[in-house]
């Protein structure tokens, strides 16, 4: 079945550092890919997306690149801030019996020190 | 745009009680609503999808008659923890999605941290 894996966790950089968080995945078809971002004690907020293969998704200094030839969704941000710590979920959707679901990686907890 | 508000945030009960979530779309309509669990420092497992109108779609291993899902409006969507006990403690997280699918993402709430005594 599909799924998603991020490299574990926990990470913790210094501020102004150069930040990856790797995503691959295996599914059926193309799916959309998202990263999501989940403060402490909140919800999932959409971070970026990318609906097809070469797509590259931007928002907050955060961009990725859709890699369909390594099926690949890495997160990247050139220079950290302490408000990026927080939880970064990886995402897939598919349709399965006429639903749109999404199947999340574990999550990568991010830690920024000033 | 795309807000989604869920209620109570936080709700501590004794066991046996019975529990009621909120799932509410504010600026859009959700014709799909989707109800996940998340254990401490893990991953959402998703729970069931609810459609307008019709009933949910629970996932394999989800208890239908301990988690009861009600979506009649295209803006609310109800979760019930039915009986509730310490293991059904967790952080319960509703999401909407707007239109009728394709690429749309699904908006999440704050989710609702649900403790049983």
């Known amino acids: 079945g599909d799924s998603v894996t991020q490299m574990e966790g926990p990470v913790t950089l210094s501020e102004e550092a150069f930040l990856t968080i790797n995503c691959t995945y295996t599914?059926?078809?193309?799916?959309?890919l998202f990263w999501y971002v989940q403060y402490p004690g909140e919800g999932l907020q959409l971070l970026l997306k990318?609906?097809?293969?070469?797509d590259k998704g931007s928002n907050k200094g955060f961009e990725a690149t859709y890699r369909k030839e390594t099926t690949s969704f890495h997160l990247e941000k050139g220079s950290v801030q302490v408000s990026d710590s927080a939880v970064y979920f990886c995402a897939l959707s598919r349709t399965f019996q006429g639903a749109q679901k999404l199947v999340f990686g574990q999550g990568t907890r991010l830690t920024i020190n000033p | 745009g795309a807000v989604v508000s869920q209620h109570p945030s936080w709700v501590i009960c004794k066991s046996g009680t019975s529990v009621k979530i909120e799932c509410r779309s504010l600026d859009f309509q959700a014709t799909t609503m989707f109800w996940y669990r998340q254990f401490p420092k893990q991953s959402l497992m998703l729970m069931a999808t609810?459609?307008?109108?019709?009933?949910?779609?629970?996932e394999q291993g989800v208890e239908k008659d301990k988690f009861l899902i009600n979506h009649a409006s295209l803006t609310l969507s109800t979760l019930t923890v039915t009986s509730a006990h310490p293991e059904d403690s967790s952080f319960y997280i509703c999401?909407?999605?707007?239109?009728?699918?394709?690429?749309?993402?699904?908006?999440f709430g704050d989710g609702t941290r649900l403790s049983i005594l």
């Open positions: 999401s909407a999605r707007p239109g009728q699918g394709g690429n749309q993402p699904q908006h």
């Open positions: 609810s459609n307008e109108g019709s009933k949910a779609t629970y």
């Open positions: 599914a059926t078809g193309y799916p959309s």
């Open positions: 990318a609906t097809k293969a070469d």
